[in-house]
């Protein structure tokens, strides 16, 4: 498929979109649109040379490898042209943003990106996206997609490509054994930290060779810090961690050994838990604060500034767990109760906004899954109303709480929302 180009150049996002009926039986499957700088939305297609057909190509599953490249998973190809419509059951394909151009990658060579969309659909809220370091590498979980479980990293060599063919792009690839809510993480020289068997915790060091941190420091997460460099969480010696109330963040310092000071690092006594599996990690735009969200109800948050060494704990409303629908400003923005709930972290300021829409008539047909627009300033919710299904989508201005309501005449609900700039 080195001859098909999309017309993808200008997008600043891609969705795919739901197809099914009003009485939600009948699913027919999605379609793929993109989202230009000015918020339009239209169709992705290619047209076929020295024809007026038009081919479709959709896939079921949409990863961002870097600003260049992105890849696609287990594609349906159709054409308007009722005579020619094929499908691809488990191929993945690297797509060139510039100009759009689709690359397979070799399936003998590559046997782990067979049916790769397969090992995301049970994800969850687990952050499987693939990560980037400074040299143009991109790393992307891969694996047997039968077993719904990608089990290991590759890495993508992209930084001196001008002309991509698969036979260029270097896969590297070392495994993943479980994963939390961040599977594995790079700093920006490209070593990768991941969870192995058994909760082992390695360090796989872009120079070659592997560190293995002792598990009596109960390293339970990671992130990478406002220098492009990678952190660690641990909790003290306790073996039930959903008992555990005092935590550890460290830095490591990389090179032919893996240097950290356990001993003093920024510690924290805390009023809840954040070390179990369902702990969330939060990066914001500044890149040095880092908020993990509490797995209890409690709603708290331990926040660390990893340009300072300052460790917090921030309390907010408790009830219901609520839902992180997004991230800008150096804000993290909830839902409960019809509510946006913000808090800046920055200012230190804490904002509740009623959202301007009246839920009572509707069924929320996705629980509160939103997908933050390009200005990062707003966020889509989706709804049912139950007077005549009719699919609503919701526009929600994070800061006003205004709703800006479309009646999606197309029966067209978004399944998944990418941003590729």
Excluded at 335 to 360: A, G, L, R, W
Aim: net charge negative.
């Amino acid at each position: 498929m080195a001859m098909v180009k999309l017309n993808i150049s200008d997008a600043e996002m891609l969705a795919l979109c739901g197809n099914e009926t009003k009485t939600k039986s009948d699913q027919q499957g999605s379609d793929l649109f993109k989202i230009d700088k000015n918020g339009k939305m239209s169709a992705v297609f290619w047209v076929v040379p020295g024809t007026t057909d038009t081919l479709s190509i959709v896939p079921n599953l949409i990863l961002p490898l870097s600003a260049e490249y992105v890849l696609f998973s287990g594609i349906n190809v159709s054409c308007n042209n009722p005579n020619s419509y094929y499908y691809i059951p488990g191929d993945s394909y690297v797509i060139r943003k510039k100009d759009g151009a689709v690359f397979k990658i070799d399936e003998e060579k590559y046997p782990d990106f067979q049916y790769l969309y397969r090992a995301y659909y049970n994800a969850g809220d687990k952050d499987l996206n693939p990560r980037t370091d400074k040299l143009n590498n991109a790393y992307c979980l891969a694996g047997d997609g039968a077993s719904y479980s990608p089990s290991k990293v590759y890495k993508f060599a992209l930084g001196s490509l001008s002309d991509i063919t698969m036979q260029k792009v270097n896969l590297d690839q070392f495994p993943v054994g479980s994963y939390n809510t961040h599977p594995f993480e790079v700093d920006f020289k490209g070593n990768c930290i991941t969870f192995v068997s058994n909760d082992r915790v390695i360090l796989y060091k872009a120079e070659g060779g592997l560190y293995e941190f002792p598990q009596e420091e109960n390293v339970f997460n990671y992130f990478v810090g406002y220098n492009g460099d990678l952190y660690c969480c641990s909790y003290p010696n306790e073996k039930n961690y959903s008992s555990n109330k005092q935590y550890k963040i460290y830095p490591l310092e990389v090179g032919a050994q893996v240097l950290y000071d356990f001993e003093n690092a920024v510690s924290k006594t805390t009023q809840t838990s954040y070390s179990g599996s369902d702990s969330r990690i939060y990066t914001l735009e500044n890149k040095y604060i880092h908020v993990l969200v509490a797995t209890d109800d409690t709603n708290n948050m331990l926040v660390y500034n990893s340009k300072e060494e300052t460790i917090k704990e921030v309390g907010f409303t408790p009830g219901t767990l609520e839902d992180v629908v997004g991230v800008s400003n150096n804000s993290i923005y909830r839902i409960m109760d019809n509510k946006i709930y913000k808090y800046d972290f920055v200012s230190d300021e804490k904002d509740i906004t009623p959202i301007d829409f009246d839920f009572s008539s509707c069924t929320v047909y996705k629980k509160w899954s939103a997908y933050n627009v390009p200005n990062g300033s707003k966020f889509i919710l989706g709804a049912i109303r139950n007077s005549d299904m009719a699919k609503l989508r919701i526009e929600v201005d994070m800061e006003s709480g205004k709703a800006t309501v479309f009646e999606d005449m197309q029966d067209r609900p978004i399944v998944t929302l990418v941003q590729i700039r």
